[in-house]
């Protein structure tokens, strides 16, 4: 779950004070998490793209262009997230992460509650690289809907629950995930023909 995510994090900040810098960077954070690190970040970004924040020009052509990148590592199979050398490079002390991470564990703790693993094989090789292409699908189909106001939200939503299935092992969640995306289809199929 969220929760168990986040000790994995406040584990490897704790980590990092025994180091000579006393710093973590998102490269070692991920690191860490391995695997896992891509649920976390599909949420991310699936949160992103259904806030306010969208209202700006291209932000919503951002979300997507940043899913279509981690949607399609997860497809070819990639054991690590990756990331530019400048993100990956980004550090922060213990307490930062820390401070981070109590902020977020509110809000996990409350989504835990409707997260459990259910239908596990959908989460996990060789079913999860469906999830990734639907994932890339909703980025994908989320271009031609800008233009359209709302529209977004279809795929925005689905990649929301796409990242707490794969953060949570929540099979039903990746099922339900996939009803958006074929919304968000049906809507863009009129702008494409």
């Not at 977004?152 to 794969?166: D, E, R, S, T, W």
């Amino acid at each position: 779950n969220l929760s168990a995510l986040l000790d994995r994090i406040c584990a490897s900040a704790d980590d990092a004070e025994d180091a000579a810098d006393g710093r973590i960077s998102i490269r070692e954070i991920i690191a860490h998490v391995g695997r896992r690190s891509y649920g976390p970040v599909l949420l991310f970004i699936g949160l992103f793209s259904i806030s306010p924040a969208t209202i700006v020009p291209g932000m919503t052509w951002l979300s997507a262009g940043m899913a279509l990148l981690v949607a399609g590592q997860m497809a070819l199979g990639r054991h690590c997230l990756w990331l530019p050398r400048n993100a990956l490079d980004t550090a922060f002390t213990p307490d930062q992460v820390r401070g981070g991470v109590d902020k977020i564990r509110p809000w996990a703790r409350r989504i835990d509650r409707f997260l459990k693993p259910r239908l596990r094989v959908l989460a996990m090789p060789p079913l999860v690289i469906l999830t990734a292409l639907l994932c890339v699908l909703a980025a994908l189909i989320t271009f031609p809907l800008g233009f359209i106001p709302f529209a977004p939200l279809a795929p925005g939503i689905a990649i929301v629950l796409f990242g707490l299935g794969m953060t949570a092992h929540d099979g039903l969640l990746l099922l339900l995930g996939a009803a958006p995306v074929v919304g968000a289809v049906a809507l863009a199929v009129p702008l494409l023909t």
